[in-house]
């Protein structure tokens, strides 16, 4: 948690130097996130996201993303006897991640935008995905669930691409996708935006 504070300051701290170069933006992020490493693949994602230009096309980018996946596996397995057993087990993945980096407006006409930006930082993890345990005493079969739970901070990064809208001069609308790297996790999210201009 001390570390994700020490990069919100060094984010303030950009925000105040770059103050007076150019056009700032704030947005708010959400949309589908799919987890690729795990059983229950569907989840969201919401974040917020600010820029500020240096130059005419470059950027500075600080994030702030959470990605939910509450899920669950419906598992069929053999036991002993050939016994049959059906049920579900818990797959579930909360990632949180805060984040600094660069962009670049590769295509800027008008009220249009097309973009590409990355940023590093930290992230934290908390993945349950549980599995059945099966025991045979006395003849009789003994059925468990157990949580393999993992709980981490570690590097994050983000790599995107997306298009902007200007509706007005003070608002803009647009699409996204990120893909998101907590560790050695990577989920990919497709994302609607609404950005507020100063």
């Known amino acids: 948690m001390k570390r994700l504070l020490i990069i919100t300051a060094l984010m303030g701290c950009m925000q105040t130097l770059f103050g007076q170069k150019g056009s700032s933006q704030f947005g708010f992020v959400g949309g589908y996130e799919r987890f690729t490493e795990i059983g229950y693949k569907d989840g969201y994602n919401v974040g917020i996201e600010f820029k500020h230009y240096v130059k005419d096309r470059i950027f500075v980018v600080g994030n702030f993303h959470a990605g939910v996946n509450d899920g669950s596996v ?49 992230g934290n993890t908390d993945r349950i995905q549980q599995y059945a345990k099966l025991e045979m005493e006395n003849g009789h079969e003994y059925r468990s669930i157990v949580d393999n739970q993992q709980k981490y901070t570690k590097w994050a990064l983000t790599t995107g691409a997306g298009y902007d809208f200007r509706v007005m001069d003070w608002l803009a609308v647009g699409i996204n996708y990120t893909g998101f790297r907590v560790g050695n996790n990577y989920n990919n999210g497709y994302n609607l935006k609404v950005s507020w201009l100063f």
């Open 74 to 122: 419906h598992t069929t397995f053999s036991g002993y006897n050939e016994s049959v057993h059906t049920l579900d087990l818990r797959n579930s993945v909360h990632d949180y991640m805060l984040g600094f980096g660069l962009g670049y407006d590769v295509l800027s006409i008008g009220r249009h935008k097309i973009y590409i930006q990355a940023t590093a930082g930290l």
